[in-house]
């Protein structure tokens, strides 16, 4: 390798996607983990996660839940506020780049008390390659990845 010069695998388009599913939810739990967090503000925070996540490359969907039931309080009185967990988060996104999509998904798996990102699906699907505005997560100037959040 001469110096200077970057080493790239060669991935397929597949491959890639996957990884670029990785780094978004990867991206999402450590970005956002102990931001204050309340029933109240759970899905405005939940909205700015997928607003801000659906204007990276490829992604065309993104839903993110927030349960903020699922976490402990810290403190006392003023002081006693609940922060951003692994436990409460439910997140799934969907990118794609042309014929390739993908389905990844972030939840806490509490048989193994661990927040898991899995990839749920990798397929190839027809149709023309999506514009930008599809790959930001918007068409028509609406948000199509609105589904299944809930403040809690």
Do not use: N
């Not at 839940?65 to 922060?83: E, S």
């Not at 661990?114 to 599809?134: C, E, Q, W």
């Amino acid at each position: 390798m001469t110096p200077g010069k970057i080493h790239r695998a060669a991935l397929s388009d597949r491959e890639a996607l996957l990884f670029e599913t990785g780094i978004k939810l990867g991206g999402i739990f450590h970005q956002y983990l102990g931001i204050p967090v309340s029933p109240r503000t759970a899905p405005g925070l939940a909205r700015a996660i997928e607003d801000a996540v659906s204007l990276q490359p490829y992604v065309e969907r993104v839903w993110v839940r927030i349960d903020p039931a699922r976490g402990g309080r810290l403190g006392r009185g003023r002081f006693g506020y609940r922060y951003l967990t692994p436990e409460m988060l439910d997140v799934r996104v969907r990118l794609r780049d042309g014929p390739t999509r993908v389905d990844g998904r972030l939840a806490h798996r509490r048989d193994l008390r661990y927040p898991l990102m899995s990839i749920d699906r990798a397929t190839s699907v027809r149709g023309p390659k999506p514009s930008r505005a599809v790959r930001s997560g918007r068409t028509a100037g609406r948000s199509v990845r609105r589904t299944g959040r809930s403040g809690g």
